[in-house]
């Protein structure tokens, strides 16, 4: 079977667009690709983060008849498998199969609960959301990140996510300086941070915990 080769996402880099076909799967070893739909207007709203917890490109086919745009907002490394060797793989092992499997099931529960946080939930808990997540994929108290980028994700404008941002650093929770996030209080983070965190936290750790299984 074929092999997966190891590249470098750097920020901004669009892995697939919308209504597309997906002709490469990508693996991130680090690093924040988010999933996003873009509007009519030009407008982009983030639908999922993927990290070293997931699967980028799956499933193969479009989420809607518009799809979504894989775009990686964290520089980081992944492996990069072409799609039709990603198939042949998913076809031979069952172990494979299953995890993929178990991935876009996880995958989709996130999109649901992001879709309820974005509705329901304040910019300083879902900043505060974001901002979690991309540490756990990146490993690291410290990463780049615009205000343009995060508002695009959030779907908010970039002087509230300033505000937001500001609320958050005078708590003494993060220092933020031109795009540059460091992360200084996590507990404290995760206490502003509204319950959609755990929960697509849990749900991801599920799949990495369960890993494949042995073949028959």
Known sequence: MGAASNVTLDARTVLFE????????YFPTDGV???VTPLKDGAIVEVATIGNEGIVGVPLVPFSDRGVRAITQVTGRAFRLDAAV????????????????????????????SAAC?????????????LLMSQDR???????ITQELLGQMLGARRSTISVSAGI???????????????IVDREGLMAVSCECYAVI???????????PQPED
């Open 33 to 35: 690709i988010s999933l």
């Open 18 to 25: 919308a209504g597309e076909p997906i002709d490469a799967v």
């Open 118 to 130: 974005n509705r329901l939930h304040s910019s300083e808990e879902r900043l505060s959301r974001w």
């Open 201 to 211: 936290k849990a749900e991801l750790d599920m799949v990495v915990r369960q890993g």
């Open 86 to 113: 990603f198939l042949e793989w998913f076809e031979r092992s069952r172990a494979f199969r299953t995890l993929v499997d178990r991935y876009t099931q996880a995958l989709f529960g996130q999109i649901a609960q």
């Open 138 to 144: 990146v490993g690291s108290d410290q990463f780049m």
């Open 168 to 182: 958050l650093q005078r708590a003494g929770l993060i220092k933020y300086t031109r795009g540059h996030v460091t």
